[in-house]
């Protein structure tokens, strides 16, 4: 399977999407810095202000709302409904002294968080003679495992896996410790929540419109494209295709309209100056055949037919070579079996060895007539340089394949291309005495293109040339 669509509609909803969600990915990630930048700042202004204030000892209006949060704690310990992390302690638990350092053994302090600490305490004018800050689980520390001896249920309120962020400070002069001890507030897990939701809708509406637009941009290319490709198949115009779409659009359907008008009428112009060299010269070539029959040496009479044979045949192939893929006449569903037995009868008519072999029935839309032309004109190469033909009818993929094959000399490799071109003859036996202005595989090839189908040359391994006329089945 493709991962990446060919359409242009699929190419670019895909990019904008794989942009989008880059973009958002990236404001995902300093949103989330910016987050806990502001967190961890928070978290040490809170502590700093405990210890800079602690000391004055609370208020009233602090001991009220120490007795609420109290309060609230118990209730939220009986309500299972509000069974969550605790985010604030109360005022009692936030401050506190003690005679020892808060630093329990085997904890590690939080060097980043004393530099920060000391900094905000120092601006404030505190003397600080030792400083300890270290972060634990708040449901080891000795100062809340006390308060939850006291009352049991708040432990239901504390969240086991909850961080404590506990500042000790020791200020000069004194003996005492000041702790501050301050929940870690949980990381914000929902920006990322949001930024997916966010990410998601915005993808989803973009598509959405972008659908529309790109839409409408790609059904007149569409149609553009599908009418140069019957141009350029059949070299008749069709009709002006309507101007839509973006103004962008509008003017490369109009200059596509201008084109195919334009090559159109250089087209007929041709078939006329054609039909014209055509009449000119067939009628004096046909006045010097009538009087060649008073030439009395028979020998010199002959030549002079032949001579005049050839110039005719040549000039049909040349004005049929020009008017491929100008014939009105449409294509045609044939069955190409039946199609090449009816040409392989007119040579065994004739006593050519000529032999077919058709492995599937084929049906395909064609211009008859052409085809056979086409055909014919293989089928005689193989007679000429091989002796015989062998034909072969199959099925390849979405191709039709019509193979001619003889047991003749081949062809140089490096020349296979080239006999494809008009006017291009081999060397030795594939000359003007053998065969004729070398217009017959030139012939077959614009058949098969104006087809849409290709002819291909190749030597057989075991001698001999296989040309294969290949034309699509749909």
């Known amino acids: 399977m493709r991962l990446i669509p060919r359409s242009l509609i699929g190419q670019t909803l895909l990019a904008v999407a794989v942009a989008l969600i880059v973009a958002q990915a990236i404001s995902a990630v300093l949103l989330y810095r910016a987050a806990e930048q502001r967190r961890d700042t928070a978290l040490l202004n809170a502590a700093a202000f405990h210890l800079v204030v602690g000391s004055a000892g609370p208020r009233g209006g602090e001991e009220r709302q120490a007795r609420r949060e109290m309060r609230r704690m118990n209730e939220g310990a009986r309500n299972p409904r509000h069974d969550r992390a605790l985010r604030r302690l109360p005022r009692q638990l936030r401050y506190s002294t003690q005679d020892a350092s808060p630093?329990?053994?085997?904890?590690?302090?939080?060097?980043?968080?004393?530099?920060?600490?000391?900094?905000?305490?120092?601006?404030?004018?505190?003397?600080?003679?030792?400083?300890?800050?270290?972060?634990?689980?708040?449901?080891?520390?000795?100062?809340?495992?006390?308060?939850?001896?006291?009352?049991?249920?708040?432990?239901?309120?504390?969240?086991?896996?909850?961080?404590?962020?506990?500042?000790?400070?020791?200020?000069?002069?004194?003996?005492?410790?000041?702790?501050?001890?301050?929940?870690?507030?949980?990381?914000?897990?929902?920006?990322?929540?949001?930024?997916?939701?966010?990410?998601?809708?915005?993808?989803?509406?973009?598509?959405?419109?972008?659908?529309?637009?790109?839409?409408?941009?790609?059904?007149?290319l569409g149609a553009l494209a599908e009418s140069t490709r019957r141009f350029s198949g059949t070299g008749a115009p069709d009709a002006p295709l309507a101007l839509s779409g973006p103004e962008d659009i509008r003017r490369l359907i109009a200059a596509h309209n201008a084109m195919q008008a334009r090559i159109g009428s250089m087209l007929d112009e041709k078939d006329v100056m054609l039909g014209a060299i055509g009449h000119d010269l067939k009628t004096p070539l046909a006045a010097l055949r009538v009087r060649i029959e008073g030439v009395e040496n028979p020998k010199a009479r002959a030549i002079m037919a032949a001579t005049i044979e050839d110039i005719t045949r040549t000039l049909d192939e040349i004005l049929q070579l020009a008017r491929i893929g100008r014939s009105d006449v449409p294509a045609e569903r044939t069955e190409l079996g039946a199609l090449a037995a009816s040409v392989v009868e007119e040579f065994e008519d004739m006593g050519e060895p000529v032999t077919m072999e058709q492995q599937v029935r084929l049906p395909a839309p064609v211009r008859i007539t052409w085809v056979k032309r086409g055909l014919r004109n293989l089928i005689t190469n193989a007679l000429r340089y091989g002796g015989s033909a062998e034909i072969t009818v199959l099925r390849e993929g979405d191709w039709a394949v019509l193979r001619v094959e003889d047991n003749g000399p081949g062809i140089p490799e490096d020349r296979l291309a080239e006999m494809l071109e008009p006017f291009t003859r081999g060397e030795a036996s594939r000359n003007r005495d053998t065969g004729g202005a070398g217009l017959g595989l030139a012939l077959a090839r614009a058949v098969a293109e104006q087809h849409g189908g290709t002819l291909v040359l190749a030597n057989r391994p075991q001698g001999g040339l296989r040309a294969e006329f290949r034309l699509p089945t749909g």
């Open 103 to 220: 630093l329990l053994p085997g904890e590690s302090r939080h060097e980043d968080g004393e530099a920060a600490i000391d900094a905000i305490l120092s601006s404030q004018g505190v003397d600080i003679a030792e400083l300890v800050v270290t972060r634990r689980p708040v449901v080891s520390d000795p100062v809340i495992a006390a308060a939850v001896e006291r009352q049991p249920r708040l432990r239901i309120a504390l969240a086991e896996r909850q961080a404590l962020f506990v500042v000790g400070l020791r200020r000069e002069g004194a003996s005492e410790w000041e702790v501050a001890r301050v929940v870690d507030p949980p990381r914000e897990g929902r920006i990322l929540g949001t930024l997916l939701l966010q990410t998601a809708i915005l993808i989803a509406v973009l598509m959405v419109l972008l659908w529309f637009v790109l839409r409408r941009i790609t059904r007149p």
